[in-house]
């Protein structure tokens, strides 16, 4: 079964300062991991996607994320918040292609001017 | 080019009614799925097509939700008597095909049941 831990249901930054948005993810088979972006009253964004190639993945609008099997986590990362960053963040997991998501139950991300 | 989108945005249903939820899947995208997501949580499974063929349904809540997809393209989610537990998101979903990691996501109809 997969399932996934988001620590911190909301999380406040400093414009300018770094970003970190926690994920951790249960799997009894290798994972697909994937960081969506929700903004009021719109549909998930996929912001970046790890499917087994570089561990280091690298998104859209500045954000990373690293797969680190060894502490089963996808933290998600950006070197400088902007004000435009506000939104709600979700991870998810899949056990392979085509399936069903797994999804955290959402950080909630303000920047302070 | 044009995304998932899904209708009506907004719904408000009585108790008891019987609603009707619509989604327009990316052209050619052979995968859909519906996912719920109450307020302040992310979103939970429901069912899942390929093409007209609705290959999982262990999402769905209870025997009052019923999910089509006829012709492989445009998917209904129906909810009958509706009840205050149904209040929630539902999101729609394609990708590409049962090969494929990405899903895209439409911008919800937002239930509410009174």
């Known amino acids: 079964a997969q399932s996934v831990t988001q620590l911190g249901s909301h999380v406040s930054v400093s414009e300018g300062a770094l970003v970190l948005l926690r994920c951790n993810y249960s799997?009894?088979?290798?994972?697909?991991l994937f960081w969506y972006v929700q903004y009021p009253n719109q549909g998930l964004q996929l912001l970046l996607k790890?499917?087994?190639?570089?561990?280091l993945v690298k998104g859209i609008n500045g954000f990373e994320a690293e797969f680190k099997k060894s502490e089963t986590s996808f933290h998600l990362t950006k070197p400088s918040a902007h004000m435009s960053d506000a939104a709600e963040y979700f991870c998810?997991?899949?056990?392979?292609?085509?399936?069903?998501?797994?999804f955290g139950t959402g950080t909630s991300l303000t920047v302070i001017p | 080019g044009a995304g998932v989108s899904q209708s009506p945005r907004y719904k408000v249903a009585k108790r008891g009614q019987d609603v009707a939820l619509r989604c327009d899947p990316i052209?050619?995208?052979?995968?859909l799925f519906w996912y719920q997501q109450a307020l302040g949580q992310g979103p939970e499974f429901l069912t899942y097509f390929q093409n007209e063929a609705q290959l999982d349904k262990s999402g769905l809540p209870s025997d009052r939700f019923f999910a089509e997809r006829p012709e492989g393209s445009v998917s209904t989610l129906k909810i009958q008597r509706t009840q205050q537990e149904d209040s929630a998101v539902y999101l729609c979903a394609s990708s590409e095909g049962p090969n494929s990691y990405e899903q895209y996501f439409g911008p919800g109809t937002r239930l509410t049941v009174t």
């Open positions: 799997s009894s088979v290798p994972p697909y």
């Open positions: 052209s050619g995208h052979v995968s």
């Open positions: 998810a997991v899949s056990d392979s292609p085509g399936n069903q998501f797994y």
């Open positions: 790890y499917t087994s190639a570089a561990t």
